[in-house]
């Protein structure tokens, strides 16, 4: 069974930093291309950030030079480092794990910033 369970959401004022964090389990986690969502009150999903398995980064535009995604396959574990969060940034952010015809989703971690 496959799990992507998302943590280190939160509360936080406006030029703040938050670290999230999915850790994945039941997939061989270093051949997937990993990625993070996010999905704002009466929005579509959006890109965040993508990681190739060879470490090749993508980001939207949003999230260029605030935001870093990384991954430590030893740990089976995604990350992005959020920094001078902006209260647009609010939104339940979602982990993504793609490759081999599959999609598999992460149950999601709310990011709430302060106005």
């Known amino acids: 069974q496959v799990q992507l369970v998302e943590s280190g959401g939160g509360l936080v004022q406006p030029g703040g930093s938050l670290r999230l964090s999915c850790e994945a389990s039941g997939i061989i986690f270093g051949i997937y291309t990993m990625a993070w969502y996010r999905q704002a009150p009466g929005k579509e999903r959006e890109l965040v950030a993508r990681?190739?398995?060879?470490?090749?980064?993508t980001y939207a535009d949003s999230a260029k030079g605030r935001f870093t995604i990384s991954r430590d396959n030893a740990k089976n574990t995604l990350y992005l480092q959020m920094n001078s969060l902006k209260p647009e940034d609010t939104a339940v952010y979602y982990c993504?794990?793609?490759?081999?015809?599959?999609?598999?989703w992460g149950q999601g971690t709310q990011v709430f910033v302060l106005r």
């Open positions: 990681i190739t398995t060879s470490g090749s980064t």
């Open positions: 993504n794990a793609g490759g081999f015809g599959m999609i598999y």
